[in-house]
């Protein structure tokens, strides 16, 4: 499980898991729009962490960012701790 703070936006954390292929399961969102973000959540379901990232980096509502764009940069982090931790 990874725990991201986000950053600009409306929801505050967004936590997820990885599995051994690179896909996402479990997206939450903690705070924001709840009925957009449970459609994101369940749209990026079952995705590899590289197509949700190329996808949803960029997308902007307030602040220059969005909720859908702070999950492109929890999975930035998320790949970041990979590293990280293999060193």
Same mark, same amino acid.
């Given at each position: 499980?990874?725990?991201?703070?986000?950053?600009?936006?409306?929801?505050?954390?967004?936590?997820?898991?990885?599995?051994?292929?690179?896909?996402?399961?479990?997206?939450?969102?903690?705070?924001?729009?709840?009925?957009?973000?449970?459609?994101?959540?369940?749209?990026?379901?079952?995705?590899?962490?590289?197509?949700?990232?190329?996808?949803? =980096?960029?997308?902007?509502?307030?602040?220059?960012?969005?909720?859908?764009?702070?999950?492109?940069? =929890?999975?930035? =982090?998320?790949?970041?701790?990979?590293?990280?931790?293999?060193?």
């Amino acid at each position: 499980m990874f725990t991201y703070t986000t950053s600009g936006t409306c929801s505050r954390q967004i936590i997820f898991e990885v599995d051994e292929q690179n896909k996402l399961h479990g997206v939450k969102f903690i705070g924001g729009c709840s009925g957009n973000l449970q459609g994101v959540s369940k749209l990026v379901e079952g995705r590899t962490i590289d197509e949700v990232e190329s996808l949803l =980096a960029g997308i902007k509502c307030k602040n220059n960012t969005s909720c859908p764009d702070q999950l492109s940069k =929890a999975i930035v =982090a998320y790949k970041k701790s990979l590293t990280e931790n293999t060193k």
